[in-house]
């Protein structure tokens, strides 16, 4: 149980409907915190106004910003305006609201994606803002940065104990699997669990398949926020990652058998590939105690489970 002077924290998280803010719901639900989601459907985050009358009536201890609007590198590509100017609503009109409102503590999620398309690799927080960013994403990436510039400077002039927190490409239930929006990992088990249902010959993808990708479950990405909303209060945005890196091409492979699929997979190398590699050093939120549980395999079954029986009963985000 998390007590501040004798009372349940109060967490408020925004986006609790989507990937991991349902997950932090979860989490947050099972340490004992009262936790309330808020979503699009209870309030426009990119409206200021009624951000405030939200926040205002909620009067929480703790915010947790997993809202954004996400996609894969086809969204991004395709619509960075609406990305860069809705994720900074989102995120502006929530942190005015809880300095507003005296939050005392925000916790801003953004994502790897910030950090160059050319960097040392495993990734270091130190790395932000040292090269050019992968031109694919550089809209939503710029968004973010803007988020841990904005956390900093509530911090800096106002003495917020807020925090960022950059966690890796995560995956898991109750994700987003359109396949043109997606992220990756959601847009192969939906490619390769619906062309096992169908009986298709073979399955095309992007790219050549050469591109080293990091995976975390949004389970244990989550306790790591939780964990950093106790025990961190500091300037430096922290990486969240498995430390364990795959080839597209060999996660494509594991959906697929995982998925019970037979047929082929053909690259489509007219296609972008995206950054080369992108692997997080994840030592300091591992130095406060927290490890990943839950391999990359195990998790790829759950996913694959989970989305057949959400597609089953309907309530699938497709």
Not at 13 to 33: C, F, N, P, R, T
Not at 162 to 181: E, H, Q, V
Not at 306 to 311: F, G, L, P, Q, T
Request: charged share 25%; glycine share 8%; with cysteine.
């Amino acid at each position: 149980m998390n007590l501040l002077k004798g009372r349940i924290l109060r967490i408020v998280v925004a986006g609790g409907s989507g990937l991991i803010g349902s997950a932090v719901v979860d989490e947050a639900s099972k340490l004992g915190y009262e936790v309330i989601s808020i979503s699009r459907r209870q309030v426009d985050l990119t409206d200021s106004t009624a951000t405030l009358d939200k926040i205002s009536g909620l009067k929480p201890d703790i915010i947790i910003d997993a809202a954004a609007r996400v996609g894969g590198i086809g969204a991004n590509n395709s619509q960075p305006v609406e990305f860069l100017l809705e994720n900074l609503s989102i995120q502006n009109n929530l942190m005015m609201a809880a300095h507003a409102v005296g939050v005392a503590k925000f916790i801003f999620l953004g994502s790897s994606c910030i950090y160059p398309r050319e960097c040392p690799q495993p990734i270091k927080e130190e790395y932000l803002l040292t090269g050019k960013l992968e031109e694919t994403n550089s809209a939503y990436a710029i968004a973010k940065i803007s988020g841990i510039e904005l956390i900093r400077s509530y911090r800096k002039q106002h003495e917020r104990a807020w925090i960022s927190l950059m966690p890796t490409n995560l995956y898991g239930p109750r994700d987003n699997f359109a396949l043109y929006g997606s992220h990756v990992l959601p847009a192969l088990v939906r490619k390769f669990v619906d062309a096992e249902r169908s009986q298709e010959p073979f399955v095309e993808l992007w790219g050549d398949g050469s591109p080293l990708r990091e995976f975390l479950h949004v389970q244990d990405c989550a306790r790591a926020i939780l964990l950093a909303a106790e025990r961190y209060d500091g300037d430096l945005h922290l990486n969240i990652g498995s430390s364990e890196e795959i080839t597209i091409r060999d996660l494509a492979s594991l959906i697929s058998t995982s998925s019970g699929y037979r047929g082929e997979i053909k690259w489509n190398v007219s296609m972008p590939n995206g950054t080369p590699r992108k692997i997080l050093d994840s030592a300091r939120i591992r130095s406060l105690g927290w490890l990943p549980k839950i391999s990359l395999k195990e998790g790829i079954q759950s996913t694959i489970d989970w989305y057949k029986s959400a597609v089953e009963s309907g309530v699938a985000r497709l």
